[in-house]
């Protein structure tokens, strides 16, 4: 009886979080801006960054990261979009490689079981050995079913994505990691490199999660306050929907792999900048409470820059 309660007041709690962002078409909020005291590079000068646009994605450099490449871009960096199949002659042209919410052409408009993986084994063969050569890959798959999309992928590096959704059981929104709640950790991306680049609180809203491999560095811890839900369809849950506890569970982190770093994700919207809603509302790095996303982002590019 106690489970069956849990169940149906963790899927009202969905219910009530399933608002603007999925019934309303979400579009980039191109007026923002973030000021950055002093660019990394001068304008235009900056390593070449390709968002990539070939695997059915959720957020593309010209659609809703495109803010995202702006904000990059104001630091100096050279913002492309890449349309081809991952090789590693197209690969050779980039320093940082952004994967954001992948899809397999199956999954285009059709958010259900199976979600089989965006990227092809040859694909992924040429991004391990290009990030082992030097390469610097940031992945980030958002909630189901962009997780499965991403599995393969993320699994070559040693991360395994439950592809399912990230549910705070306090009905909060947009959620809080920060310093002060323990979910945030003190690392080299949020410390930064100076007091101006310290992040204390990161705001998300709603993703996936995953389990790390050793020597892995976690950004973003969950902990019992978090459910993972497992739905056969995109915000569609049951009953028997399959659901864990997020203990033990991770949203962000750092790692190297040979010569090379990856950065991995399991939420999106927190850097893109959208308005969503027939109110038009702020939904991402322009939401009043996340001030602190656009510096997280940038420390997160500076730090997949360092080194050679």
């Not at 690392?187 to 993703?207: A, H, L, M, S, Y």
């Not at 506890?245 to 991995?264: D, E, F, M, N, R």
Request: proline share 6%.
């Amino acid at each position: 009886m106690k489970n069956h309660q849990f169940r149906k007041s963790l899927f009202s709690l969905v219910c009530c979080l399933c608002f603007s962002t999925l019934f309303s078409q979400q579009v980039p909020d191109t007026s923002f801006t973030y000021p950055i005291k002093k660019a990394r590079y001068s304008e235009n000068k900056g390593p070449i960054i390709y968002i990539d646009g070939a695997h059915h994605n959720f957020h593309t450099i010209d659609g809703r990261y495109q803010t995202f490449a702006n904000v990059v871009a104001a630091d100096g960096y050279q913002m492309k979009g890449s349309n081809e199949a991952f090789s590693k002659e197209v690969l050779s042209g980039c320093r940082i490689l952004v994967i954001s919410n992948p899809l397999h052409e199956s999954n285009q408009g059709n958010w259900n079981l199976p979600t089989p993986s965006a990227f092809t084994e040859a694909e992924i063969k040429a991004v391990k050995e290009w990030v082992k050569s030097g390469g610097r890959l940031f992945l980030i798959a958002d909630h189901m079913p962009f997780g499965g999309a991403t599995y393969d992928l993320g699994k070559a590096f040693g991360v395994e994505w439950s592809n399912g959704f990230a549910m705070d059981n306090r009905r909060r929104s947009p959620e809080h990691f920060t310093r002060e709640n323990g979910l945030l950790l003190v690392g080299p991306i949020t410390e930064g490199q100076n007091e101006d680049e310290r992040i204390d609180d990161v705001v998300t809203f709603t993703g996936s999660a995953f389990q790390l491999p050793k020597g892995a560095t976690p950004i973003l811890q969950l902990d019992q306050h978090y459910t993972l839900l497992e739905p056969e369809q995109a915000w569609q849950f049951e009953e028997d929907t399959p659901f864990k506890s997020g203990s033990g569970w991770y949203q962000a982190a750092h790692l190297t792999h040979g010569k090379g770093k990856v950065v991995v994700f399991g939420e999106a919207a927190m850097f893109s900048a959208q308005l969503g809603g027939p109110n038009q509302r702020p939904f991402g790095m322009n939401e009043p409470e996340a001030k602190q996303n656009p510096q997280l982002l940038l420390n997160i590019i500076h730090w997949l820059d360092e080194g050679k």
